[in-house]
């Protein structure tokens, strides 16, 4: 099958989940500088999350150049992953209104894991597609090591949302800077094709 739906319907849900959390912040009700104070941790936990929104989206969109065809497991791994991300403005929102407690930073913390869980998997179906292209396979293995590295990372935050979580904040952005920029091997292994 051709990745073009794909590719369009996995954009389409990036953009709506980006929208939702947009929509959830609400207008300071007062006229101050004290009433947007209020606002700090809302808009905090909507950056944060633009940010992760963001960076799997271009890590999504990065991976999928990688094939040119898709099968059911391919598509049903990438079903999975906007699943878990169409969580992510519940999430933000419960996060950002409760001033960052344990519970919420908890939740979000967990959300993450399984989303970081799902883009590994679609990645090793997209990888599976591509088996004997050796190109390709140094840019997967990276792939691969950033996935594992994120998957404990979130586990440690959840861990932590327990017991201080401005640890866990500190690892979400941890993450965040490994994954910002998509694996230059990608592209050259592309370029060589």
């Known amino acids: ?38 606002m700090i941790p809302v808009m905090l936990s909507y950056v944060l999350s633009f940010i992760f929104v963001g960076i799997y989206w271009v890590n999504h969109h990065h991976l999928l150049h990688t094939t040119n065809k898709v099968d059911a497991s391919i598509l049903w791994s990438n079903i999975h992953l906007l699943f878990w991300l169409s969580i992510v403005p519940v999430a933000t929102d419960w996060m950002g209104e409760t001033h960052f407690a344990t519970n919420p930073v908890a939740v979000y913390a967990g959300l993450l894991l399984l989303c970081g869980f799902a883009f590994t998997v679609l990645q090793l179906r997209i990888e599976k597609k591509n088996e004997g292209n050796e190109k390709l396979n140094h840019a997967f293995v990276i792939l691969r090591k950033k996935g594992i590295f994120s998957i404990a990372a979130y586990s440690t935050a959840l861990f932590f949302a327990f017991i201080n979580t401005t640890i866990s904040g500190l690892l979400f952005l941890v993450v965040s800077f490994v994954w910002f920029v998509p694996d230059r091997n990608i592209e050259k292994a592309l370029e060589k094709d």
């Open 1 to 38: 099958m051709n990745k073009a739906r794909l590719e369009a319907f996995s954009d389409g849900v990036f953009a709506i989940i980006i929208t939702i959390m947009v929509l959830e912040i609400k207008v300071p009700e007062g006229k101050t500088w004290e009433s947007l104070r209020s």
